[in-house]
């Protein structure tokens, strides 16, 4: 072997050496999670837990003075209107009733009047409001049909229409209430006009609504006074859900959007709507101390009782509220998402590299964004990018 020959030969040992060791020194891609930009639904909604409570409850009292006889009722036991004896009372001899008595009993009446006189135009005007939603939303299903009307318009006429039924039958519970109050009122006021010579007779209360016994206040005999409680009464199948969240997300909450209720007990997920958001904000203390001003939404529950058995008052629910939903918008996942500046970015993956790029972002949840400018549907982009990964830096899908 000339000397040439031993020349070539060492450089190609070397060279062998030299990129036997680059490539042993040479920086490993880095293993990173990868997602997809694509186009799809997307739903913004506030999440807060919530409890059911029964959407009217009525509070029995004692309309005159008098012996109470001993309540046989118990909590959960089935009442019916006009039909149940919820107690019964003895009153006073109305030969020891003084005009101050008296005249307490004829201002009752004339209240009593007047509620009864209020309840009856607030349902006139509740089912003045209920008939012209249902006209609405008749209108517009006729305008769809033609191709005259837009879905969303529809979609905010049935909830109208589902509001206003909602306040229509309040109303007419309201009334309802107000006319057994009358009743009671007036017999109170026989009474206590009556001549000590009349016969004796002990005043029944009747059910005012159709429903069970909540809560008996009041169960052994005893004398007792104008206006004491002594049971409450409602139908646990007719509920509602109560859901306070903070006073910032209540803002972005209206009237009529959709909800949905999860771990309520049962397998199915819950319809729900929002039919009123309370004007007053409360102060809470959260779970670490801070205080925090936080709005009650009040949610229709919109599945039958059939849907929801076993669901009772003051139950704990998860909602979910929608305040903002499209079917077609531009998404990525938010946990590629990083600051840069007063801006938004992200590392896309090209050819085995990380590049960065700056991103417009509009509406955005726990798991996706909505992206208006910076990225194609189709694009790569790094979730969870560490300080490792830098523009240009070589990158790997992890598991490969």
Same mark, same amino acid.
């Given at each position: ?226 206006g004491t409680p002594l ?39 819950? &319809? ?35 849907? &929801? &058995?076993?669901?009772?008052d003051g139950f704990r ?39 960065? &790029? ?43």
């Amino acid at each position: 072997m000339n000397r040439m020959s031993q020349r070539i030969l060492v450089m190609l040992v070397v060279l062998s050496l030299a990129a036997m060791l680059t490539f042993l020194l040479w920086p490993a891609p880095e293993a990173v999670e990868v997602g997809v930009v694509e186009a799809g639904p997307l739903r913004i909604t506030v999440d807060e837990d919530g409890r059911t409570r029964i959407k009217e409850r009525y509070v029995v009292s004692a309309p005159l003075a008098g012996k109470l006889a001993r309540v046989t009722l118990r909590e959960g036991d089935m009442v019916l209107a006009g039909e149940t004896v919820l107690a019964s009372i003895e009153p006073a001899d109305p030969s020891l009733l003084d005009p101050r008595e008296r005249a307490a009993a004829t201002a009752r009446v004339h209240a009593a009047e007047a509620a009864s006189l209020r309840a009856e135009a607030a349902r006139s005007r509740a089912a003045t409001a209920y008939e012209l939603a249902q006209a609405e939303l008749a209108r517009l299903r006729d305008a769809q049909r033609q191709g005259a009307a837009a879905e969303l318009e529809l979609t905010r006429a049935a909830s109208e229409a589902s509001m206003r039924r909602e306040d229509d039958r309040a109303a007419g519970f309201e009334q309802e209430i107000a006319r057994f109050e009358l009743d009671l009122a007036r017999t109170a006021l026989m009474r206590a006009t009556a001549s000590s010579e009349d016969t004796l007779w002990r005043l029944e209360i009747l059910a005012p609504i159709s429903g069970r016994v909540l809560r008996v206040m009041q169960e052994s005999s005893a004398v007792v006074q104008t206006g004491t409680p002594l049971m409450q009464i409602g139908d646990p199948a007719d509920l509602e859900l109560v859901v306070d969240v903070l006073s910032n997300d209540a803002v972005g909450i209206r009237p009529g959007a959709a909800a949905e209720l999860h771990r309520w007990g049962g397998e199915a997920v819950l &319809r729900g709507q929002v039919r009123l958001v309370e004007p007053a904000a409360f102060t809470k203390v959260s779970a670490l101390g801070v205080e925090e001003q936080r709005v009650n939404v009040i949610i229709d529950i919109m599945d039958p009782p059939d849907a &929801r &058995r076993g669901l009772g008052d003051g139950f704990r629910v998860e909602a979910r509220v929608v305040i903002w939903e499209s079917s077609d918008v531009l998404k990525v996942p938010t946990a590629a998402l990083f600051r840069r500046g007063a801006s938004w970015a992200v590392f896309v993956m090209e050819n085995g590299r990380a590049f960065r &790029r700056d991103v417009a972002i509009g509406r955005r949840n726990e798991s996706e964004a909505h992206v208006q400018e910076g990225l194609r549907a189709g694009d790569r982009v790094i979730v969870y990018p560490g300080d490792r990964i830098g523009d240009g830096v070589r990158v790997i899908p992890r598991g490969r």
